[in-house]
């Protein structure tokens, strides 16, 4: 078979980037081949991505389009008479981006408005979560392929005398004899809410941990937005907060070892691979139950409801910092999460959504 | 020890016992209806040179080359501002004025009569 990826856009740290190249290795390894492309192409890619131009699909070649931004130019993929598969990834509503970052906000409105036109010229729709599924009247949910190997061992595995990344080892985190480390990885940008996060952070810290320290992890949308929530670290809990971007996979993990608790308080979140991160690290998640989210988690996290806010958040981040055996119960469901998403599920949902296009 | 269901109504507990303040400081909220006096501000376009930056290490110089080139082509930027703008505004007006016209049109409807706008298409003479 041939199987063809078309991408919106294509960039080096991109998650739909490196969705299309795993898809891509195991589509090798079933014996299929054919070519990846995208609309925009970032110059550090190199050429595993080629110009979308330089599709040329064959009769019985079948195409997969990740959708996950707004892209006039891949309209005219659409007009092809292939067999196609949609896969969306979640584009975020505008209304986040209209006061911060305008050019996001019109991608991003111009984006979901296109989608109905991508999924009703497609054969097969599918989302990488049920609630993306469900936003184009689809259940069929081919996930993010999520391989917790490429992130190392879960544990601390190096001596005590070496450099322990940002807030101490595990024995630490369960122990209490460090200070608390608060994470959260997720983009710089306003529907994620890490002013929220900083508001939660420094109330517990007053009220319980005046040591601790919170580590957000995400590239920023724009650089007034990253110069903003930079002030209002300064301004909530001086020296307290770390802004973090451009991590290598290693000091990533470095993070998640490290962590306390992981806190996402974010307004929308289309799958959230973060969570099946702290998950894999064995650290305690307390998440707000948007869009994804409850799905990924299931009864691994702790969601908050609608009326919590940053006092509650705050007690609960005290309560699982101390408690070692609510800590261990949250580990042992977060290992069947992971187990959930494991790579060979989505490999067979995956194969099973692209055959039933050859049929 | 406490279950994960029992955590969070502890600290439910717990945070009603509490009085303290919450910080201050910038909240972000979506912005769901934008008003026509929030489109008038955003259709004259003022962008700030504090804007132009560079984001690479050591970027300083860059950033003070890139506002030098700003402030010598300040005249042909002007220019481009007030032509932008005039579109903007000319277009906001319009709907503006489109607005009210319709607003006085559903004030001026007769008790009872359905809906200006009620999703369906217009129906073909004849039809019952």
Same mark, same amino acid.
């Given at each position: ?15 739909? +980037? ?7 290795e ?11 492309v ?37 309209? $005219? ?7 196609? %598969? %949609? ?5 975020t509503?505008?209304r ?7 050019? /996001? ?22 989302? &990488? ?67 929220? &996060? ?10 319980? /941990? ?21 002030e ?7 020296g ?12 990533l993990?470095? =993070?998640?070892?490290? $962590? +306390?608790?992981?806190l ?54 005290a309560?699982v ?18 187990? *959930?998403? *494991?790579p060979?599920?989505? /490999? ?8 039933s296009?050859?049929? | 020890?406490?279950?994960p269901e ?5 600290a =439910? *507990? *717990?945070?009603? =016992? ?20 929030? %489109?008038?501000?955003?259709? /004259? ?16 110089p860059? +950033?003070w ?35 009210? =016209? ?6 001026a ?20």
């Open positions: 078979m041939r199987i063809h990826q078309v991408l919106s856009g294509a960039g080096p740290y991109d998650a739909v +980037t490196t969705q299309a190249f795993a898809f891509r195991l589509f090798g390894s079933w014996g299929w081949d054919g070519r990846d995208a609309a925009e192409i970032d110059p550090r890619v190199g050429n595993r991505i080629a110009p979308l131009r330089s599709l040329h699909a064959g009769p019985g070649d079948v195409l997969l389009i990740h959708y996950s931004a707004y892209a006039p130019k891949l309209r $005219a993929v659409l007009e092809l008479p292939n067999r196609k %598969l %949609l896969l969306s990834h979640n584009i509503p505008a986040w981006f209209w006061d911060h970052d305008p050019q /996001a906000a019109v991608v991003c409105a111009l984006g979901r408005k296109q989608l109905p036109q991508f999924a009703a010229a497609a054969d097969v729709v599918a989302g &990488v979560s049920l609630y993306n599924a469900r936003e184009m009247g689809s259940e069929t949910v081919i996930p993010i392929l999520f391989d917790p190997r490429t992130l190392g061992a879960a544990r601390n595995t190096r001596s005590p005398g070496g450099s322990q990344g940002a807030g101490g080892s595990e024995r630490d985190r369960d122990g209490g004899s460090a200070a608390a480390t608060i994470l959260f990885v997720g983009r710089l940008a306003p529907h994620k809410r890490q002013d929220a &996060v900083m508001r939660a952070f420094e109330l517990y810290r007053r009220r319980h /941990a005046p040591d601790a320290r919170l580590v957000l992890v995400g590239a920023p949308v724009n650089w007034a937005y990253d110069a903003a929530m930079r209002l670290a300064t301004q909530l809990s001086p307290a907060i770390t802004i973090e971007s451009g991590l290598t996979r290693e000091q993990a470095d =993070r998640y070892r490290s $962590a +306390t608790a992981f996402c308080l974010s307004e929308h979140e289309g799958f959230c691979i973060p969570l099946l991160e702290a998950f894999h690290f064995g650290v305690p998640v307390i998440a707000r139950p948007v869009g994804g989210v409850p799905e990924v988690a299931g009864d691994a996290a702790l969601l908050l409801g609608e009326e919590d806010g940053e006092s509650v958040i705050a007690e609960l981040l309560i910092a101390t408690d070692g055996e609510l800590r261990a119960s949250l580990r042992e469901r977060a290992a069947a999460r992971v187990a *959930a998403y *494991a060979e599920p989505t /490999a067979r949902a995956l194969r099973a959504a692209v055959e296009l050859a049929r | 020890m406490r279950t029992e955590a969070l109504a502890a =439910r *507990a *717990a945070a009603a =016992r509490r009085d303290d303040e919450l910080p201050a400081g910038m909240s972000i909220e979506p912005t769901e209806r934008v008003s026509i006096e929030q %489109l008038m501000e955003w259709a /004259a376009i003022e962008p700030d040179v504090e804007l132009m930056v560079s984001t690479r290490r050591l970027g300083a860059i +950033t080359f890139k506002r030098k080139v700003i402030h010598f082509m300040r005249q042909y930027f002007r220019e481009l501002q007030s032509q932008q703008t005039r579109f903007n505004l000319n277009v906001l007006i319009r709907v503006a004025e489109l607005e009210d =016209r319709v607003a006085r049109l559903e004030d409807r007769p008790p009872g009569a359905p809906p200006a706008d009620d999703g369906a298409p217009p129906r073909p003479a004849g039809a019952s």
